[in-house]
T-cell receptor
Framework: DAGVIQSPRHEVTEMGQEVTLRCKPI?????LFWYRQTMMRGLELLIY????????DSGMPEDRFSAKMPNASFSTLKIQPSEPRDSAVYFC???????????FGPGTRLLVL | AQKVTQAQTEISVVEKEDVTLDCVYE???????LFWYKQPPSGELVFLIR??????QNEISGRYSWNFQKSTSSFNFTITASQVVDSAVYFC???????????FGQGTRLTINP
């Protein structure tokens, strides 16, 4: 079975540009999570969805970040405009149900110059 | 507040040695879940184990074993007869009833030298 799929795997962009990260969760999973990993802050939750509905976006750093889940098999995380401090690895994860194990995608390594 | 502490930032051992990674957690909830994830040099996060707060039984899976002790709020991970392929960063994480997010520790970088 396919795991969580993320694209692109690597993204290099210049400050001020729009960045869109994509995620396809495991089929049948009702929960989708976006995490960010940095050296300074470690792994932190940005936002999560249940049945395509955003439930908790308290971890989204600021209005430059937005996330959508138009259907059960696709989610995007958008940064507009991007800044160098957004450089990080962004992980998408999904879980079958509440409190079940979260399975992570391979991550997108973002570098904003 | 919920918190996970992995006091060992880095551990380096020689292959075939046993090694234990410590994890201490804080939560006021009586229902919670504990996890270990492995992050190899390639960068992905690999799930290893999930435990709920009502199940204190230790678990063994091959060379891996986990010791869950509620009395000390610890969920330690032991690798027996370590191998070079075990080299990775290992994360302990906590989630609580009523909050889906995983709260991660800072990770322990484990290096197994041949």
């Amino acid at each position: 079975d396919a795991g969580v799929i993320q694209s692109p795997r690597h993204e290099v962009t210049e400050m001020g540009q729009e960045v869109t990260l994509r995620c396809k969760p495991i089929s049948g999973h009702d929960y989708l999570f976006w995490y960010r990993q940095t050296m300074m802050r470690g792994l932190e939750l940005l936002i999560y969805f249940n049945n395509n509905v955003p439930i908790d976006d308290s971890g989204m750093p600021e209005d430059r970040f937005s996330a959508k889940m138009p259907n059960a098999s696709f989610s995007t995380l958008k940064i507009q405009p991007s800044e160098p401090r957004d450089s990080a690895v962004y992980f998408c994860a999904s879980s079958l149900a509440a409190y079940e194990t979260q399975y992570f995608g391979p991550g997108t390594r973002l570098l904003v110059l | 507040a919920q918190k996970v502490t992995q006091a060992q930032t880095e551990i380096s051992v020689v292959e075939k040695e046993d090694v234990t990674l410590d994890c201490v957690y804080e939560t006021r909830d009586t229902t919670y879940y504990l996890f270990w994830y492995k992050q190899p040099p390639s960068g992905e996060l690999v799930f290893l184990i999930r435990r709920n707060s009502f199940d204190e039984q230790n678990e063994i899976s091959g060379r891996y074993s986990w010791n869950f002790q509620k009395s000390t709020s610890s969920f330690n991970f032991t690798i027996t007869a370590s191998q070079v392929v075990d080299s990775a960063v290992y994360f302990c994480a906590l989630s609580m009833r009523g909050a889906q997010k995983l709260v991660f520790g800072q990770g322990t970088r484990l290096t197994i030298n041949p």
